[in-house]
């Protein structure tokens, strides 16, 4: 029996690792991702459009300050072609020297359009070279702004305005600058409003971890007491939660209050029924005990298959009513010193030898109640069968989660003639004996195993090494 219980587990780990990962991808995230990410992502993009916008209208604002230098020029030149001064005047540099440099990026160009060709007065820079037009200029007689590209293919902003002078003549007048300038302020401009918003944007992801986790702190908290609670560390929660999970820590309360009465209930009424069927099934085999034949033998054969049958449900209902309630604890060591001593007393006739080895730290994770029981059927079943000496020692071992997940392996041993896999097979069957003639029921290791199982633990039977059984009990530790 035992290599089965080894090898399905084992067979079935791909097929459990599997469904874990497919739960893992099914499970929603969490409240404190949800709030991080969408915060993170309204941050990132108002912190985008922010930028965007702050960059657009910092580049109108540049071009804004440039045209009004180009347009200062402008005017400087629709004056003076206006008055007939350019006509007796080389308009000059208008105190900017880069007119007079060639292809200094800085241009003025007069051109009269009534004339055909159309004839072009332009500063020194253009260097026999001419500014081109705004697209779709048109005739309009206001000024136009806009890009367009100049000598050596660079790119100009530029001004341009026509006047029409009657007989004087008609003309399209000019100012272009390299928009160097402009490129150059704004892509400081975004470099530092790059830098700005990246700190700034760090900062709200610091700032907004901080809060979510302030904010989630007493749902920390909580989980944390419910671990408690269900390790046995304290009985419900305690202290003062906000508002709004206030009325969840009362109804955990609440219901951890309810599973508990309902326990006790249970455990009431089991106990009820069971001293209202054992004493009239008593009776009835006392009085089976005093006749002699076969209707007397039928009755104690019936009386005591009652019993069995009994002890079996009762105790069913029993573990069901018993592990109902998470979060007892058990220490170890005094419930088995005190086993031993009832058990050296009850074969203080046999001289049986009981040691116990067992650290004082220990505790499982289950009602005391039941450890006794589990430990009792175990140590009393060793007693039966020894020769003199029955040994109980205990240690912690690492369960399948880790340090997190620890649990109690507790050995019984006795020198008996112990049991082959076959009979260790059949014994933990319910109501199955070995031996008719030792006294019990048959129910005692069933009973251990079965309540084991229910708090998660285990119980295997095995050779000890003074060459009887071994019972080697498994259970949760604290």
Same mark, same amino acid.
């Given at each position: 029996?035992?290599?089965?219980?080894?090898?399905?587990?084992?067979?079935?780990?791909?097929?459990?690792?599997?469904?874990?990962?497919?739960?893992?991808?099914?499970?929603?995230?969490?409240?404190?991702?949800?709030?991080?990410?969408?915060?993170?992502?309204?941050?990132?993009?108002?912190?985008?459009?922010?930028?965007?916008?702050?960059?657009?209208?910092?580049?109108?604002?540049?071009?804004?300050?440039?045209?009004?230098?180009?347009?200062?020029?402008?005017?400087?030149?629709?004056?003076?072609?206006?008055?007939?001064?350019?006509?007796?005047?080389?308009?000059?540099?208008?105190?900017?020297?880069?007119?007079?440099?060639?292809?200094?990026?800085?241009?003025?160009?007069?051109?009269?359009?009534?004339?055909?060709?159309?004839?072009?007065?332009?500063?020194?820079?253009?260097?026999?070279?001419?500014?081109?037009?705004?697209?779709?200029?048109?005739?309009?007689?206001?000024?136009?702004?806009?890009?367009?590209?100049?000598?050596?293919?660079?790119?100009?902003?530029?001004?341009? /305005?026509? #006047? =029409?002078?009657?007989?004087?003549?008609?003309? &399209?007048? %000019?100012?272009? @600058?390299?928009? !160097? +300038?402009?490129?150059?302020?704004?892509?400081?401009?975004?470099?530092?409003?790059?830098?700005?918003?990246?700190?700034?944007?760090?900062?709200?992801?610091?700032?907004?971890?901080?809060?979510?986790?302030?904010?989630?702190?007493?749902?920390?908290?909580?989980?944390?007491?419910?671990?408690?609670?269900?390790?046995?560390?304290?009985?419900?929660?305690?202290?003062?939660?906000?508002?709004?999970?206030?009325?969840?820590?009362?109804?955990?309360?609440?219901?951890?209050?309810?599973?508990?009465?309902?326990?006790?209930?249970?455990?009431?009424?089991?106990?009820?029924?069971?001293?209202?069927?054992?004493?009239?099934?008593?009776?009835?085999?006392?009085?089976?005990?005093?006749?002699?034949?076969?209707?007397?033998?039928?009755?104690?054969?019936?009386?005591?298959?009652?019993? /069995?049958? #009994? =002890?079996?449900?009762?105790?069913?209902?029993? &573990?069901? %009513?018993?592990? @109902?309630?998470? !979060? +007892?604890?058990?220490?170890?060591?005094?419930?088995?010193?005190?086993?031993?001593?009832?058990?050296?007393?009850?074969?203080?006739?046999?001289?049986?030898?009981?040691?116990?080895?067992?650290?004082?730290?220990?505790?499982?994770?289950?009602?005391?109640?039941?450890?006794?029981?589990?430990?009792?059927?175990?140590?009393?079943?060793?007693?039966?069968?020894?020769?003199?000496?029955?040994?109980?020692?205990?240690?912690?071992?690492?369960?399948?989660?880790?340090?997190?997940?620890?649990?109690?392996?507790?050995?019984?041993?006795?020198?008996?003639?112990?049991?082959?896999?076959?009979?260790?097979?059949?014994?933990?069957?319910?109501?199955?004996?070995?031996?008719?003639?030792?006294?019990?029921?048959?129910?005692?290791?069933?009973?251990?195993?079965?309540?084991?199982?229910?708090?998660?633990?285990?119980?295997?039977?095995?050779?000890?090494?003074?060459?009887?059984?071994?019972?080697?009990?498994?259970?949760?530790?604290?």
């Amino acid at each position: 029996m035992s290599v089965h219980a080894e090898t399905g587990p084992a067979a079935a780990a791909p097929a459990a690792e599997a469904g874990t990962r497919a739960e893992r991808r099914r499970r929603p995230a969490s409240i404190a991702s949800r709030l991080f990410g969408s915060a993170a992502i309204w941050a990132t993009a108002i912190l985008v459009i922010g930028g965007v916008l702050l960059s657009s209208y910092y580049v109108r604002s540049v071009e804004r300050a440039f045209d009004q230098r180009l347009h200062v020029y402008l005017k400087t030149l629709v004056t003076g072609v206006a008055d007939g001064s350019f006509g007796r005047d080389d308009p000059g540099s208008f105190g900017e020297p880069r007119f007079e440099l060639p292809l200094s990026g800085w241009y003025w160009q007069i051109t009269r359009l009534d004339r055909d060709p159309p004839e072009a007065t332009t500063s020194k820079s253009l260097f026999e070279d001419q500014l081109p037009r705004l697209p779709d200029a048109g005739n309009s007689p206001t000024a136009r702004d806009g890009y367009a590209v100049g000598p050596e293919g660079r790119r100009l902003r530029m001004v341009e /305005r026509i #006047i =029409d002078l009657g007989q004087d003549g008609r003309y &399209l007048i %000019a100012i272009g @600058a390299a928009s !160097g +300038e402009i490129e150059k302020d704004v892509a400081d401009f975004n470099f530092a409003l790059l830098v700005t918003f990246a700190l700034l944007g760090l900062g709200l992801v610091v700032t907004t971890g901080f809060q979510v986790g302030f904010g989630l702190r007493p749902l920390s908290r909580m989980r944390a007491q419910l671990v408690e609670i269900r390790t046995g560390g304290r009985a419900r929660l305690d202290g003062a939660f906000p508002r709004e999970i206030a009325p969840l820590a009362a109804e955990l309360n609440a219901l951890i209050d309810s599973n508990r009465e309902i326990v006790e209930r249970a455990r009431t009424h089991v106990g009820n029924l069971a001293h209202g069927l054992k004493t009239p099934l008593s009776v009835i085999a006392n009085e089976s005990n005093a006749g002699e034949g076969p209707f007397a033998d039928k009755v104690r054969e019936q009386a005591l298959l009652m019993r /069995r049958q #009994i =002890d079996h449900h009762l105790e069913r209902a029993r &573990l069901s %009513a018993g592990i @109902a309630f998470a !979060g +007892e604890t058990s220490e170890l060591r005094p419930i088995v010193e005190g086993l031993a001593r009832t058990m050296e007393k009850i074969h203080r006739d046999r001289d049986l030898a009981m040691t116990v080895s067992i650290a004082d730290d220990l505790r499982a994770r289950c009602e005391r109640q039941d450890l006794e029981e589990m430990v009792g059927n175990l140590v009393d079943n060793a007693c039966k069968w020894t020769r003199n000496l029955v040994s109980i020692s205990a240690e912690t071992a690492e369960g399948k989660g880790g340090k997190s997940d620890r649990a109690i392996r507790i050995f019984v041993d006795d020198d008996g003639p112990g049991l082959t896999p076959e009979q260790s097979a059949h014994v933990l069957a319910r109501g199955r004996r070995l031996d008719e003639t030792k006294p019990g029921s048959g129910l005692g290791l069933a009973i251990v195993s079965e309540l084991a199982s229910m708090y998660g633990g285990r119980l295997t039977l095995g050779r000890a090494p003074e060459g009887g059984l071994r019972g080697e009990l498994t259970l949760p530790a604290v």
